[in-house]
C-alpha cells in the first residue's frame, strides 16, 4: 500500500504488468511528520507492568454497558484493538491502530482515527461509526450509520438498513495520523460497495452530512472531540478540511484535473475551495485518486500532439499524481485555473498555458466540459492504483 520493494532492478513489475520505480513518495509522505513505526510487543506491554492480561484487558474491551472508554493518541500505537459484547457505549479511538473489530455491539458509537489495516463490525446492530482505514468490512449489521474513509470500496455480507456519509471530520493533527497511518487522502472511494449477499445496498448520505448526525439517534448526547481528550483540539469552521468531500455523483462532471507529483499544496487548494462550500452548492468533488502513471497511460490521456514536449511527459511519470474529477453548472475549470494562477505551477489544457512550460514546481493539466469524460473514466476506473484492494 504505498510502500515499494526492489527486484533488483531499478523497476519491477507488479501484479499488473505495470512497471513501478522501487522508490516513490505519496503525498502521505510529503507531511512532516516523525516515522511511525509500532513498537514491540515486550516493549508494548512493559507499559502494563509486563502484564500480559493487563496489556490484552486494554485492547479487548468486552461487556460493557452504557460506559465511554477513550483510548488517547499514543496510548495504542497502531496495535490492534477489539470490542465485542458491548450495549450503548460511547468509543473514542483517537490514535492510530492497525486493526479495528468489534463483534456484537449494539446501540454504540465508535469514533476511529485512521486505521492503518482493516476494520470489522459483525453482527452489530443500531450502531452509529466514523472510521477511516485501509479496508472496512460489515457482516450481519443491521440499521448502522457509518461515515467512512476507505480506498476503494466498502464490502458488506448479510447486512441491511445500512447508512453511509463521506468522513468529514476535521482537527489539528489529522493529516498527520493519515500520513502515520499510509492512507492517501486522494483514495477514497467510500460510495463503492460490494455487497456478497443479496440484502439491499447501502443508502448513501448526503455530502453535507456531519459527524454530529451521524452520532445523532441514541438516547444520550454525543460530545464532541475536544471534549473528551484535552489533547484533541477543537474543530475549527474556519479550518480546511484534510480529505476532500468527495460525492461519488458523475453525473454532472464538468471538469478534470491531474497534479503531477508534488504538488500537494496546489491539490489541497483546490480540495479545500470545493470541499468547504466555498464555490456554492453547485459545485463539488466527484472523485479523486492518487497514482502513478506509465508511458502507455500517457499515450491514451495526451493522444496526438498533447505534452508531446518529452520533459512534460517526464513530468507526469516523475512520481504519484492526483486526479479530481469536478462537477458543477459550468465554470468549474475556470475556479481551478483562478486559484492555481499565482501557485508557480505550469496550467496546461485546452486553453493556453498560464504560467512557463519549464515551471520548475510542476504541471497541472485541466482538461474541460467537453473533454473531460474519456481521460476521468480511464484514471478512475481503467487504471488499477497501488492502493486498490
Not at 64 to 92: A, R
Not at 93 to 99: G, K, P
Not at 302 to 328: Q, Y
Request: aromatic share 8%; proline share 5%; glycine share 8%.
Amino acid at each position: 500500500m504505498g510502500c515499494l520493494s526492489s527486484k533488483g532492478d531499478d523497476e519491477k513489475e507488479d501484479s499488473g504488468n505495470r512497471k513501478r520505480p522501487k522508490v516513490v513518495k505519496w503525498s502521505y509522505d510529503l507531511v512532516e511528520h516523525k516515522k511511525w513505526s509500532k513498537p514491540e510487543k515486550e516493549e508494548f506491554k512493559q507499559r502494563f507492568g509486563g502484564s500480559t492480561d493487563k496489556m490484552l484487558e486494554f485492547l479487548n474491551t468486552k461487556g460493557l454497558v452504557g460506559e465511554t472508554k477513550v483510548f488517547l493518541p499514543g496510548e495504542l500505537d497502531g496495535y490492534d484493538i477489539t470490542f465485542e459484547d458491548c450495549t450503548d457505549c460511547d468509543f473514542y479511538v483517537l490514535d492510530i491502530t492497525s486493526q479495528i473489530q468489534a463483534d456484537n455491539c449494539t446501540g454504540c458509537r465508535f469514533f476511529c482515527s485512521p486505521c492503518s489495516g482493516s476494520a470489522f463490525f459483525r453482527d452489530c446492530k443500531n450502531c452509529s461509526i466514523a472510521v477511516a482505514c485501509a479496508q472496512l468490512r460489515m457482516r450481519d449489521c443491521s440499521s448502522c450509520r457509518m461515515m467512512i474513509f476507505v480506498p476503494r470500496q466498502l464490502t458488506i455480507e448479510s447486512s441491511k438498513k445500512t447508512e453511509v456519509a463521506c468522513w468529514n471530520v476535521k482537527y489539528f493533527g489529522l493529516a498527520v495520523q493519515f500520513a502515520r497511518a499510509q492512507l492517501s487522502v486522494y483514495e477514497n472511494g467510500w460510495y463503492h460497495a460490494h455487497d456478497f449477499s443479496t440484502n439491499s445496498m447501502p443508502t448513501t448520505l448526503p455530502s453535507s452530512t456531519t459527524l454530529q448526525d451521524i452520532m445523532e439517534g441514541h438516547d444520550r448526547p454525543w460530545k464532541p472531540l475536544d471534549q473528551v481528550a484535552a489533547s484533541q483540539s477543537p474543530e475549527d469552521p474556519s479550518m480546511d478540511p484534510i480529505v476532500p468531500l468527495v460525492t461519488g455523483d458523475r453525473s454532472n462532471q464538468t471538469c478534470f484535473v491531474l497534479f503531477s507529483h508534488g504538488l500537494n499544496e496546489a491539490a489541497s487548494k483546490v480540495s479545500a475551495h470545493f470541499s468547504g462550500g466555498k464555490g456554492g452548492a453547485l459545485l463539488g468533488i466527484a472523485a479523486t485518486r492518487e497514482l502513478m502513471l506509465r508511458e502507455a497511460d500517457l499515450k491514451v490521456l495526451f493522444p496526438g500532439s498533447s505534452l508531446k514536449c518529452p520533459n512534460r511527459r517526464e513530468i507526469f511519470k516523475s512520481g504519484p499524481v492526483m486526479a479530481f474529477l469536478l462537477t458543477g453548472a459550468g465554470g468549474a475549470c475556470g475556479i481551478v485555473r483562478s486559484l492555481l494562477r499565482s501557485s508557480g505551477v505550469c496550467i496546461l489544457g485546452e486553453e493556453p498555458a498560464d504560467s512557463a512550460p519549464d515551471a520548475k514546481l510542476g504541471q497541472v493539466y485541466i482538461w474541460d466540459e467537453k473533454h473531460c469524460g474519456a481521460p476521468a473514466a480511464y484514471v478512475l476506473d481503467t487504471i488499477r492504483g497501488d492502493f486498490d484492494g
